[in-house]
């Protein structure tokens, strides 16, 4: 008893260390926008981020629910066994989180997290120890259809948005009122956050609990220390800010104005809120690069760099399965080895994380630099001064040019009347001048 309780507290500081990666990392989702466009000064941002995120992570407990009660049928698996899986699968999730990191590659900490305790469980228990009817409806169809309907809703509301106020186009961009707009939607993206990212560490630890008999399985909502431990960990993680990560989606995938990121926050927001009331544990970092691109495809004249879109979608499709594996590894030999093995990975972790750490250290990415590839990512964009016209001001141009070409005409045929005036007279006083001289003679 007195091992599993040492491993119940090993699990439970574990899956706090993974709720503050969770944190840093998925800072860019709420705040890499109104950065880039000027609305927010970056740790001003980061720092609403946190706050909304702490909130955020009191007001809905369906997201932990899933994670404790949906993915993994922990009523058959034995305390000694399961334990240890979970502390396994938090290795490999870690791991993953802290690698994409180090590359400012905006991946999955979601993701990270379930194929860390899927491939840990897979090796501890097998396949019977997975609900992948739950999977299916909870994780892989939410992950599909998410950032595309985010996408979509984003590629509307910029069209909208600049299509209302198309008046303005004269002026550069035309549309600053929207970084007001864009301080209330990225709080709620950071809101929203808090209501979906901080439940999957409560559900992790509220299955440990359940898993050695110190919370009854009847009972579905997280204690209330749980919710606060988490909540406060999500928060510091996320004030400490992800800058490699917000560099990346910020600039990375197109020139955001501030009428895209508008319409790019309101849709995230939207649809992790609405995700979050029916339990679906969605990746934020992959809603929030979908609204990106919808609000960038929505923009006249605006760019798409489709490579960097292809290599954040890399990092999605490997981020289940390479913390999978990770996790695996972690639980394979945490089997072998027992409480040596546990031990071991422990060690393994601890090394890799410092490791990782010390590499970033290398070439750092602070608010003071983080910034400045967005201030000049129109340099390394191909997009226009002023966006392409629209019909309304083709029509407006078409006009004034034939207005202008008719006026030109009007000129030109008086200007012709006065010339041949002109020659009739010459003509006649050539005449009469002949007529006289006839005359004489």
């Not at 927010?40 to 980061?46: D, E, I, N």
């Not at 992790?204 to 204690?223: C, H, K, M, R, S």
């Not at 250290?361 to 590839?373: F, G, I, K, L």
Request: overall charge positive.
């Amino acid at each position: 008893m007195e091992t599993a309780a040492l491993l119940v507290v090993l699990v439970i500081l574990l899956a706090l260390f993974f709720d503050f990666t969770n944190g840093f990392h998925d800072t860019a989702n709420a705040m890499a926008t109104p950065i880039a466009t000027g609305a927010l000064k970056p740790k001003t941002a980061v720092l609403l981020a946190a706050v909304l995120n702490l909130v955020g992570a009191f007001l809905s407990t369906e997201v932990s629910k899933t994670v404790s009660h949906g993915i993994i049928h922990e009523d058959g698996i034995q305390a000694a066994v399961f334990l240890p899986m979970i502390f396994a699968g938090l290795i490999g999730a870690i791991t993953w989180n802290m690698l994409t990191w180090l590359l400012g590659l905006p991946s999955s900490s979601s993701h990270a997290l379930f194929g860390g305790l899927i491939g840990a469980t897979l090796v501890g228990v097998g396949v019977q120890g997975i609900d992948f009817g739950m999977v299916l409806s909870k994780i892989i169809l939410p992950a599909l259809i998410a950032p595309v309907t985010a996408g979509i809703i984003a590629f509307v509301a910029t069209k909208a948005a600049y299509s209302i106020t198309r008046r303005y186009d004269g002026k550069p961009d035309g549309r600053d009122g929207f970084r007001w707009g864009q301080i209330f939607t990225s709080s709620l993206v950071a809101l929203a956050h808090g209501t979906n990212d901080a439940q999957k560490t409560m559900g992790v630890i509220t299955l440990a609990l359940i898993t050695v008999g110190w919370q009854n399985a009847d009972q579905a909502d997280p204690y209330l220390w749980v919710i606060i431990a988490c909540a406060v960990t999500i928060a510091l993680g996320t004030y400490l800010g992800g800058w490699r990560i917000i560099r990346t989606l910020g600039k990375g995938l197109t020139d955001v104005k501030p009428a895209q990121g508008f319409s790019a926050e309101s849709a995230t927001a939207a649809t992790i809120l609405a995700s979050s009331a029916f339990g679906f544990a969605l990746s934020t970092t992959q809603v929030a690069s979908g609204s990106v691109i919808g609000s960038g495809l929505g923009r006249r004249g605006s760019t798409v760099r489709w490579r960097t879109a292809g290599r954040i979608a890399i990092g999605w499709l490997l981020t289940l399965p390479a913390a999978g594996a990770v996790g695996a590894l972690a639980a394979l030999i945490a089997l072998w080895l027992g409480g040596w093995g546990i031990a071991i990975d422990a060690v393994l972790a601890l090394a890799v994380i410092i490791g990782l750490f010390l590499r970033s250290r290398r070439d750092a990415v602070t608010p003071a630099n983080a910034m400045s590839d967005v201030a000049e990512s129109g340099l390394a964009i191909d997009l226009p001064d002023a966006p392409p016209p629209t019909r309304r001001q083709q029509r407006i141009e078409q006009a004034k040019a034939e207005a202008k070409a008719r006026k030109q005409a009007k000129a030109d045929a008086r200007a012709q009347g006065k010339n041949g005036t002109r020659t009739k007279s010459t003509t006649a006083v050539r005449d009469e001048a002949s007529t006289e001289k006839g005359t004489g003679e």
